[in-house]
């Protein structure tokens, strides 16, 4: 994107092979941007992995901006 955000993706191309990879997902039904996994096939809610979610793009989580401005602090 030209302002420097990062683009969410379909959620087609999400890797899927990694239950235990948190992303970001749109999810448009429930609200728009959940934390979620892929497990046994399915796309879950990350905090409880109870709700099924119905994403359509999804972004790799950001990283935490303490961590950021630590790094950057060392630098």
């Not at 990879?21 to 497990?39: A, H, I, K, N």
């Not at 994403?55 to 790799?60: G, K, R």
């Amino acid at each position: 994107m030209a302002d420097g955000s990062p683009a969410a993706s379909p959620i087609t191309t999400a890797p899927s092979d990694d239950p235990e990879r948190p992303l970001l997902l749109f999810c448009p039904e429930q609200g728009g941007w959940q934390m979620g996994v892929f497990f046994d096939g399915r796309w879950l809610d990350f905090a409880t992995l109870t709700m099924e979610l119905e994403p359509t793009h999804w972004m790799d989580v950001p990283p935490n901006p303490k961590a950021v401005e630590a790094r950057q602090a060392t630098s």
